[in-house]
């Protein structure tokens, strides 16, 4: 067990939908990360949030947004949802913001139908 | 930005073999590599890392290796079992202090 606590394991959804994913990192890690999987993309980074400060944007799409709340729990809103948002969605933490040792959940599997 | 090769793709190899996975990267500032196990429907694992100022770092079956100047860095494990069947990850960070991610080689352990 890693300590990150993601749901939910798996929301199935239409196109046009919105959904909101929830992360809870390990105890005293400030850092939270949400990476993007899929078959043939690996793991993409999304964003960061460093003690609920927005750290870093990859390559998110402006459809989806992020914040970190003062308890550090993360969520990850997704909107107009199409097909190729399908994936799995991972959120990790690190104690601070350098990028080393990072913690995963084990994922929320989307399905947008 | 930063960019991470990782081969072979796919690893198949038998019971008590040696097994190797290379990535090669792009920016020469980065200073952080990691190596990530990821099994079937977990989120990947932290398995061994090693910073740029160490050539080699071993912890029992796993060993990794970095070559600064040529910026490739490979994962080596000895004696595979069965267990050891898993998606593994390299990552690079350092300047960005973002992790950037190979795509992944998924080995198989024959028994």
């Known amino acids: 067990d890693s300590g990150v606590t993601q749901t939910p394991k798996h929301l199935i959804t239409a196109t046009g939908q919105r959904v909101t994913l929830r992360c809870s990192p390990r105890?005293?890690?400030?850092?939270v990360y949400w990476y993007q999987q899929s078959l043939d993309q690996g793991l993409q980074f999304l964003i960061q949030?460093?003690?609920?400060?927005?750290?870093a944007k990859g390559n998110i799409l402006e459809r989806f947004s992020a914040q970190q709340f003062p308890d550090l729990h993360s969520e990850l809103n997704l909107s107009s949802l199409e097909l190729g948002d399908s994936a799995l969605y991972f959120c990790?933490?690190?104690?601070?913001?350098?990028?080393?040792?990072?913690?995963f959940g084990s994922g929320t599997q989307l399905s947008v139908l | 930005g930063e960019n991470v090769e990782q081969h072979p793709s796919t690893l198949s190899v038998q019971e008590g073999d040696s097994a190797v996975i290379k990535c090669t990267y792009s920016?020469?500032?980065?200073?952080?590599f990691p190596w990530y196990k990821q099994e079937l429907g977990k989120g990947p694992q932290l398995i061994i890392d090693?910073?740029?100022?160490?050539g080699e770092k071993k912890d029992q079956r796993i060993a990794v290796t970095l070559n600064k100047t040529a910026k490739h860095f490979s994962l080596h494990i000895t004696e595979t079992q069965p267990e050891d069947s898993a998606v593994y990850f390299c990552?690079?960070?350092?300047?960005?202090?973002?992790?950037?991610f190979g795509r992944g080689t998924s080995l198989i352990v024959h028994p």
């Open positions: 990790a933490s690190s104690v601070d913001k350098g990028g080393e040792k990072l913690f």
């Open positions: 105890s005293g890690d400030l850092s």
């Open positions: 949030y460093y003690n609920g400060e927005e750290r």
């Open positions: 920016d020469s500032a980065s200073n952080y």
């Open positions: 090693i910073r740029s100022n160490v």
């Open positions: 990552s690079v960070s350092g300047g960005s202090y973002i992790p950037t």
